[in-house]
């Protein structure tokens, strides 16, 4: 803070960018987790005078505010019975499987929707308490998104952008949420509603037309106020990246090429080494996978003497039932692959249920030939770009489900791919492990050209510039009111932006 009231950019997710561990005397040390997130708004957060808002990540843990590599870290406590109710419940065994094409059946609890409100107005409180008078407030993805709403009626002076970093879905199964109506409010107290793909925000607008009857145009929503004016809400897709150039560079350190000849040695020197890499999650398309791998083995396309698949699998809200259910499914077809197929010194599949840091992700990535992304449904998927960027050779093979996010920019380079169809994704991968070095590197080349142009710090100037930049913050009055149509003619300013 410099001195003024409040800091000039707040950004509201459900985790702090930072990780806790409780030292022998039961004092709590931070240290700084690596997500995604934080790498795309560090510089952001440096340069304009930020502060980050959002939960610990353990029960009960309260702290004051502190300083952490030049940003303000403002934790929100949650109690053991709200993790229960709003984290594992209804964000992430409601909203969760809801959003991704309800591959698993979604569960609705009244309380859990409750306990959701009232954590979303204490993270709403705390961005509040946080933010200069007329400052920038970016909430994040769907386990926050009544905070916009619940932090306009209180600060209408400041800016409010939302990103949602899952898929929207489509109406027929939006409409399927008892409280759709008030999510969607939630949502419409930004200024501008951020997604991944053009096609989620096409399916959120028509979600607000349909079930709010508000009037839209292109991506404006026109958004009645009870005063008789009107607001404009922009929704629009801004795909989401990684920071390609600082993986580019940690693929190329002789650490990590060294490292990665070592797991193609450890693994016995295979002829093919194909890769995945999930968090242990049903939308991750995993026993898809698992599956038509150990079809090629059974047919003999594929033989472990010469191939082998190592799939890495990191632990996720292990206390849902469904994740839970996951997990044996996978382990119990790994066991039946490995023990069918397997020899001594080959196995079938590496099954890693870790995770790792970036420097073993950067050498797994270069040594691998095929990565296989295989998702039933993926808000963006930064695996497929970790792995482009991790490239720098220009060799390997990238197969991609349509359905994640980055297919809709990959696809010149990427084999695609529907993991529904387990024929066809067959013949897919032993097209890639056959792939010649010359089709590979100019599909790498393609893939790489876009991975390092539209990096996450190009994403985030967008959002922010787009935020920033939008007309007025002077809410108009509608045409009844003031006798002339002020909405149409900001409209003509808008669709110029
Ligand atoms: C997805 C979500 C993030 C979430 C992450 C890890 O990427 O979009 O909001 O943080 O998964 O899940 P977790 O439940 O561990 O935070």
Redesign the pocket.
Known sequence: MTGKEGFDLVVV???LPVDFTVGPGGDVEWNRSP?GLVTALEPVMQASDGAWVGWSGAPDLASEPFDADDMRLVPVTLSADEIERY?EGFS?DTLWPLYHDVISPPTYHRTWWEAYRRVNQRFADAAVAQVSPGGVVWV????LQLVPQMIRAQRPDVRIGFFN??PFPPLELFQQLPWRRQVLDGLLGADLVGFQRAGDAANFIRAVRRLRAHTTRGPIITVPGEDGRDRHVRAAAFPISIDSRRFDELARTPEVQQRSREIRADLGDPDIMMLGVD?LDYTKGIRHRIKAYGELLQDGRLDVEHATLVQVASP??ENVDAYQELREHVEGAVGRINGEYAEIGHAAIHYLHHSYPPEEMAALYLAADVMLVTALRD?MNLVAKEYVAARSDDRGVLVLSEFTGAADELSSGALLVNPHDIDGMKDIIVAAAHMDHREQRKRMRRLRRKVLSDDVAKWSESFLGVLTAMPSRVPHRRQDDAGHDGAQADLAVEAGA
């Open positions: 997710a459900n985790r997500g984290y992430n994040h993805d769907y386990q970093h899952i968090r996720s809200r808000g």
